[in-house]
């Protein structure tokens, strides 16, 4: 199975910075990797699809990028919104759909 | 607009049974593969299943293989999970995902259910 390792666990910062998440994949994915956005009691929301597609309805300012066993996303101006816990996912090699350990954003 | 509603979710003895439904609308539902996720309280995502748009293949995390099963009925737009040989650690909030696209294998989920709590207690 592949392992997906996101950091930071968690992070602290203020409306207007620009976060960056990883996440690092044990194996090559080929950018077969999903992000979410989960906000507390709620379902994830799809963010990016192919590592760097953005779902639609989901606002410019995130982005994602990588490729072969590390990809990142970005939210280039954080928003009072965008407060929640981000997960990556792997669909490259399934079964099992395989997710990072979930990255929390906190407000500074 | 795509709608997820999962039932079923409750407080079970160890070793006992649960059946969860999700009921969707507002997609063709036989045209596209569905999973079922889960999440136990304050940890992260976990996938559980998938079965393809027409109940032919179906794919189970190993954690569950052999205990969960996967099921579908098109007629009635409705997505099934029969958990036997519950144990503590299937306590989760349980969530009904669509299949991004209508393809034959599991890639990533575009609508979520508003998730139904399973609990495994004694």
């Known amino acids: 199975d592949i392992q997906m390792t996101q950091s930071p666990s968690s992070l602290s910062a203020s409306v207007g910075d620009r976060v960056t998440i990883t996440c690092r994949a044990s194996q090559g994915i ?16 799809l963010l990016l699809y192919a590592a760097s597609r953005l779902e639609s309805g ?19 101006s954080l928003q009072p919104e965008d407060f929640a816990t981000y997960y990556c996912q792997q669909y490259y090699t399934t079964p099992p759909l395989t997710f990072g350990g979930g990255t929390k954003v906190e407000i500074k | 607009q795509v709608q997820l509603v999962e039932s079923g979710g409750g407080v079970v003895q160890p070793g006992g049974s649960l059946r969860l439904s999700c009921s969707a609308s507002g997609f063709t539902f036989s045209s596209y593969g569905m999973h079922w996720v889960r999440q136990a309280p304050g940890k992260g995502l976990e996938w559980v299943a998938f079965i393809q748009y027409d109940g032919s293949n179906k794919y189970y995390a190993d954690s569950v293989k052999g205990r969960f099963t996967i099921s579908r009925d098109n007629s009635k737009n409705t997505l099934y999970l029969q958990m036997n040989s519950l144990r503590a650690e299937d306590t989760a909030v349980y969530y009904c995902a669509k299949e991004r696209t209508p393809v034959t294998t599991p890639y990533y989920f575009d609508y979520w259910g508003q998730g139904t709590l399973v609990t495994v207690s004694s």
């Open chain 1, 30 to 45: 080929s950018n077969s990797l999903a992000w979410y956005q989960q906000k507390p009691g709620k379902a994830p929301k």
């Open chain 1, 58 to 76: 989901v606002p410019s300012r995130f982005s994602g990028s990588g490729s072969g066993t590390d990809y990142t996303l970005t939210i280039s």
